[in-house]
T-cell receptor
């Protein structure tokens, strides 16, 4: 069975500094990897995905993520954090049968002014 | 493009009562998901439909939960009878394709069982 781990419950970063939210996964076959963000009382919003190709994926709002197959990781990054980036971030993986769309436990990002 | 619509937004019921949630996916999206999100946790997949067929319902508590997607469009999720531990946000999502397509989520239904 596949799974997603987000080892940090909370990440704090100062505004203007780079941020990283970590994600590791376990899946049989090729992974399809996704990042979502959730603001209070809102649904999940898609940020970016890795399907195949370039290991560095660029997404919405200046976010990017790096796929590392040997480390089974898909960390979310942003060069310069904004206070408005403060939210709950979820990593997700889907298997190559198009099933088992599994989410991690989430990481709360706080960007301090 | 209209998003995924869910109703109701909020529901409070007593334990042992029944409740139903409705979802209208984005037009043309063949894949539909129902997730349960307990406060402080990540979404847990309950069931996945491809058109009107069930692809994965391995984590659906079938003794009390049921879901259907008639005509491959709208879907309903039902709980009967509800338990206190069913208190959660129920999220519906849809995607154009089941493999590489990202899922788009509705606002969710917040269920409180008292």
């Amino acid at each position: 069975a596949q799974s997603v781990a987000q080892p940090e419950d909370q990440v704090n970063v100062a505004e203007g500094n780079p941020l990283t939210v970590k994600c590791t996964y376990s899946v049989s076959g090729n992974p399809y990897l996704f990042w979502y963000v959730q603001y209070p009382n809102r649904g999940l919003q898609f940020l970016l995905k890795y399907i195949t190709g370039d290991n560095l994926v660029k997404g919405s709002y200046g976010f990017e993520a790096e796929f590392n197959k040997s480390q089974t990781s898909f960390h979310l990054k942003k060069p310069s954090a904004l206070v408005s980036d403060s939210a709950l971030y979820f990593c997700a993986v889907r298997d190559d049968y198009g099933q088992n769309f599994v989410f991690g436990p989430g990481t709360r990002l706080s960007v301090l002014p | 493009e209209a998003g995924v619509a869910q109703s109701p937004r909020y529901k409070i019921i007593e334990k042992r009562q029944s409740v139903a949630f409705w979802c209208n996916p984005i037009s043309g999206h063949a894949t539909l998901y129902w997730y349960q999100q307990i406060l402080g946790q990540g979404p847990k997949l309950l069931i996945q439909f491809q058109n009107n067929g069930v692809v994965d319902d391995s984590q659906l508590p079938k003794d009390r939960f049921s879901a259907e997607r008639l005509k491959g469009v709208d879907s309903t999720l039902k709980i009967q009878p509800a338990k206190l531990e069913d208190s959660a946000v129920y999220l519906c999502a849809s995607s154009l394709e089941s493999l590489g397509g990202e899922a788009f989520f509705g606002q969710g239904t917040r269920l409180t069982v008292v």
